[in-house]
């Protein structure tokens, strides 16, 4: 305020650093000389009067005018030949015309240029005269930092390098001439520290023997000569945004064909001279008009006026940066390549190709703020959100119908057909709001494979194939091998109107489940081999069935058997995790785990899903999240047991979690959505940020336990080990194991938040979260054991899994039963305790059921099934023509007739065995199987028969019965068969029926079956029986 006459401070002043100025390339010679010279003067004189020892001038490298051919630019004031520097300042704050001359004599190609080495004479001559050590840093093209504070740090705003990748991001220039001689850049953590060198007033050591000794007062803050070709060129890093905006979908692919041709077409001076004119300045000029006339039309007629007058602005903004590559063409594509002597020289861990990525890293997080439409704070932010975005690849994200369009079918290579699939599937996820992201570090051991890929996902939906589709078909281009695969389907899918077909031209095969622990597919081989013959990926979903509540399931074999078969030669194992927040089967899923049956899959349900789509009415999914996992080789020596374990190992441990799975983990434990949110990131767990978590979004009860149950694979450790080898379930051996530790009877009668606040009531951290769970799942498996208790109380001697979770999912005593997925869990375990011979697999897998990723061999390990002879007689019974026109004793009907159950064309059916009623017998009943499931509420399977038994051991008769009922009747009116005594002793209601089915003979089994033809053989058979009384009490 008083003119800075006296330094404020008690401390002395030590340096003063000047690195201000107006950077601008095409600023009149006057401004440049007021803005660059006179304030740079003026703030030698302040430092002067405050007494400071030094003085540092920020000036810059390029007052060398033009790269020398021959030799490296030295660290010396440059020689302006006959003009005085003192003249040409006079003259460049008059009228100019000398010093403008001057300027285009010495070769200076900018205002800027000439006056910063007009401003160094001056400023040397200015310290000297005052007593002060003045010091002069010449950075060049200042780039984004190497490592400090943080690497590709870039500031608030772009500037210089990071400034041209910014306008070509965003369309607002088209055409930059790059050469191929190193850029003149260097990160801004070396010139920040060559600057702190000349603030502490560091000596440097000279080379005595040096031909041409550097000014002591000058140094460059620049890339040294002899390490210049670490850095990359101008067309090196104009290339590297193309393939990045590309592999971004920020760029189509013939958009950036056409940025390559042109670049190369700008070599050539005059063809960049018409190119920049008519690509870069013409475009800008009539969108500027254009957008002119639409703002006086919008304000004639009042029609948001305001809005279009915002864009009229920025878009005259950028029309003065139209000239920017003819400005900085000096630089990017100078004759001869920049060569500067420096003491500055790069680390040891410097790589050029990860440099350029930083490069186009802080551009396109420029342009994304820009696009955000904030500035300062703002668009900060949004620039640090664009950078922490690099770490992933977004194949399927909110986008125009036009833009969709072009990136889409304008895919090289790609069939028309698959063009138009793709462009429908990510249109109808647009619809879900989904947003599908890739871990773009995990595509690196992608790029050099020399084996065929196999892609091993998780299942979770049917959304799986259509995702990774669309990824392989969006990454392409840029990782070759992700060709789209081709899938494993169930052959359910093969019998769809239209969508099978669809399905059959885009790549997938068909297998047929649930029979590969019988006998393989027979058509699985020669499928496999077809595909595997064809060159493209393949898909298989090692896990077969879609995990209902988000576990890990058994992954099988079968499949990856038969690959190794086919392909004599060494394949690619890559496992793949999809992490959802949201499903559009969480409801179903939740339904089946109730017991209801499965709905049918149907071309109409799917249409009718995606009208809903196109009106609106779909709600938001959230987040898909897929990671790629190390690649596994399978050969001929591969041990399968250890390969499939280190895959799923690591599918569990790729599987990311977001903050709504910690809300839902909470709300199912009644804690705090905070605590435990806070107590997962303390324990260092990483939770990816919810967009569904911030909107608020309420959870439905079904998806409430999805997503808390995939939380709880993140705590097995913590967890009983029964519970943990339910959640993830090992690839071989058994699925059950004994409790760790049974509950006590207090326990039983705790709640999770009780168990969870008894070790700190103050603070929950991650071990009483998980202490929670543990108690809720431990009083689950309790209800389980009570309950089958009860069942064999009751006379149930074979306690199975999916009786056992009926009757915990039913109401008892007033209370309601267990929420589905801790019912199908803990009648998991319990049944398998109760069952060592044959344990219990889980809900999904049942042990008879093959998959579409696994059928066709039984697991490494297993006992091999007793294989019994099929003959002719033995086949009778499903389709003769023969009748049996008796009664059937374990069932009602005749002894020809039952109901059985067999796969058909790939599909389950029942089959009525004889032929008596025509319009049933013979003839495969799909849709009664699925009656039967409906109605009974149990999940059923083809293999799963009841064997043929003998019949129940009857008591042996008395000695002295036969004598005495033959003396009373004829002794062929006396039966002494145990089938006969049997359907005598038994009625035909439903227990009668289930005793004989599961062999159990009554204590009411009578001795003998009478049958007398008159009153006489009656009355003579009743006084036997008085008499044989009348024995037995003497």
């Known amino acids: 305020k008083d003119g800075g006459e006296k330094w404020p401070f008690n401390e002395p002043l030590q340096a003063v650093l000047h690195c201000a100025g107006d950077v601008r390339f095409d600023q009149p010679l006057e ?43 030295q660290e010396r004031l440059v020689e302006l030949r006959d003009f005085d520097p003192m003249e040409l300042y006079r003259d460049a704050m008059s009228h100019g015309k000398w010093a403008e001359k001057a300027m285009h004599e010495l070769g200076f190609p900018n205002t800027y240029t000439f006056t910063k080495a007009i401003a160094e004479h001056l400023i040397l001559q200015a310290c000297e005269a005052e007593g002060l050590e003045g010091n002069i840093v010449r950075p060049s093209i200042v780039g984004p930092a190497w490592a400090a504070p943080s690497p590709g740090w870039a500031g608030d705003k772009p500037s210089t390098i990071v400034a041209g990748a910014v306008l070509l991001a965003k369309r607002g220039i088209r055409v930059f001439r790059g050469s191929s001689h190193p850029c003149p850049a260097v990160p801004v953590d070396m010139v920040a520290g060559t600057i702190m060198e000349a603030l502490a007033g560091c000596r440097r050591a000279t080379d005595p023997a040096a031909a041409q000794q550097p000014d002591p007062r000058i140094r460059h803050a620049t890339v040294d000569s002899s390490q210049a070709d670490w850095i990359p060129s101008f067309r090196t890093l104009m290339v590297r945004l193309f393939q990045i905006l590309a592999l971004r979908r920020d760029l189509s692919l013939p958009e950036g064909g056409l940025l390559l041709r042109l670049l190369t077409w700008s070599d050539n001076e005059t063809a960049f001279w018409l190119l920049d004119i008519v690509a870069n300045r013409a475009p800008n000029a009539i969108l500027s008009l254009l957008c002119t006339v639409a703002y006086c039309i919008a304000f004639a007629v009042g029609l948001r006026s305001d809005e279009w007058k915002e864009r009229c602005k920025n878009i005259r903004m950028l029309s003065r940066y139209s000239h920017l590559p003819m400005q900085y063409a000096p630089f990017s594509s100078p004759s001869s390549a920049w060569q500067f002597k420096s003491s500055l020289r790069l680390p040891a861990d410097w790589d050029p190709a990860e440099y350029s990525s930083l490069i186009v890293r802080a551009a396109v997080a420029f342009a994304a703020a820009a696009s955000k439409g904030g500035s300062g704070a703002a668009a900060s932010t949004a620039a640090r959100a664009a950078e922490a975005s690099f770490a992933e690849l977004r194949v399927v994200a909110p986008r125009g119908v036009v833009q969709e369009a072009l990136l889409t079918f304008s895919m090289p290579g790609a069939p028309l057909f698959q063009c138009t699939a793709a462009f429908l599937i990510r249109r109808v996820l647009q619809w879900m709001d989904l947003t599908v992201t890739v871990n773009a570090s995990d595509l690196n051991s992608l790029t050099h494979l020399s084996a065929p890929l196999v892609l091993c996902p998780t299942h979770r939906s049917l959304l799986d194939f259509v995702i990774i589709g669309a990824a392989c078909f969006e990454l392409r281009p840029q990782v070759p091998t992700l060709k789209l695969p081709h899938v494993a389907a169930d052959a359910e899918f093969s019998g769809l109107p239209f969508l099978g077909r669809a399905l059959s031209a885009l790549g997938a095969f068909f297998v047929r489940r649930g029979g590969g622990a019988v006998q393989p597919d027979p058509a699985l081989r020669a499928e496999v081999g077809r595909v595997f013959r064809n060159g493209r990926p393949l898909e298989v979903f090692l896990e077969g069935l879609r995990s209902r ?12 058997r038969a690959l190794r078969d086919v392909a004599q030669r060494s394949v690619a194992l890559v496992p793949v995790a999809l992490s959802y927040e ?47 996992g190390a690649t596994r080789v399978l050969d001929a020596s591969s041990d399968l047991r250890a390969l499939l374990s280190q895959v799923q190992a690591e599918l569990v441990g790729l599987t990311a979690l977001s903050t709504l799975h910690a809300r839902a983990l909470a709300e199912v434990l009644e804690l705090p959505a905070g605590d435990v949110l806070q107590a997962t990131r303390s324990a260092g767990l990483r939770l990816r940020p919810s967009r569904l978590d911030g909107w608020g979004v ?25 519970w943990a080898l339910w959640l993830v379930e090992p690839v071989f051996g058994r699925t059950s194991a004994p409790s760790q530790r049974p509950l006590s009877d207090d326990e039983s009668q705790k709640s999770g938040p009780e168990v969870a606040a008894e070790k700190d009531p103050g603070a929950l951290d991650i071990a009483a979260v998980a202490r ?35 009757q915990l999912l039913d109401t ?81 009907g005749f002894s020809d007739t039952r109901f059985a159950a067999q796969w058909v064309d790939g599909k389950p059916a029942v089959q009525v065995t004889s032929k008596r009623y025509s319009a049933l017998g013979g003839q495969p009943l799909y849709q009664l199987w699925a009656f039967f499931q409906r109605e009974l509420a149990v999940s059923m399977n083809v293999r799963d028969t009841l064997p043929e038994q003998p019949l129940p051991e009857v008591p042996q008769e008395p000695e002295d ?58 009355l003579a058979v009743l006084q036997a029986a008085a008499a044989a009384a009348g024995e037995e009490a003497g």
């Open 31 to 73: 401004q440049a000389a007021l803005s660059l010279v006179s304030a740079s003067l003026q703030v030698a004189q302040l430092a002067a009067r405050w007494k400071a020892k030094r003085f540092i001038f920020v000036s810059t490298a390029f007052v060398h005018a033009v790269p020398s051919a021959t030799s490296v630019l």
């Open 549 to 560: 509540g988000r576990r890990h399931l058994r992954l099988r074999t079968g499949l990856l």
């Open 582 to 628: 949201l499903l559009p089967e969480d409801q179903s899923f939740f339904d089946e785990l109730r017991g209801l049956p499965r709905p049918p899959l149907r071309t109409l349900g799917l249409v009718s899903w995606v009208l809903k789509g196109v009106r609106g009415e779909l709600p938001s999914y959230g987040d898909v999240h897929v990671r790629l």
């Open 698 to 722: 309420k959870l439905s009860e079904a998806q409430r336990w999805a997503l808390a149950l995939q939380m709880a694979i993140l705590l097995r450790d913590q967890l009983p080990q029964q």
């Open 772 to 806: 929670a769970l543990a108690a809720m799942l431990e009083a689950a498996e309790e209800a389980g054991h009570n309950a089958a208790k009860q069942m064999r109380e009751g006379g149930i001697t074979a306690v199975s899994e999916e009786h056992l979770a009926q």
């Open 812 to 892: 008892q005593d007033g209370r309601g039963g267990l929420p589905p997925p801790l019912a199908r869990g803990a009648a998991c375990i319990v049944a398998g305790a109760l069952s060592p011979v044959a344990p219990a697999t889980g809900y999904d897998a049942p042990p008879s059921s093959g998959a579409a990723g696994g059928g066709g061999a039984t697991a490494d390990g297993a006992k091999p099934r007793t294989v019994e002879p099929i003959w002719p007689a033995a086949a009778q019974g499903r389709g003769a023509e023969r009748r049996v026109d008796t009664e059937a004793l374990d069932r009602w």
């Open 961 to 1018: 019965l036969r004598k005495q009922l033959e003396a009373a009747v004829p002794a062929e009116r006396v039966v002494w068969d145990a089938e006969a005594r049997l359907r005598a002793g038994t009625g035909h209601g439903l227990a009668d029926i289930w005793r004989l089915r599961t062999r159990e003979a009554d204590r009411r089994m009578p001795d003998a079956v009478v049958q007398p033809s008159s009153e006489g053989e009656v």
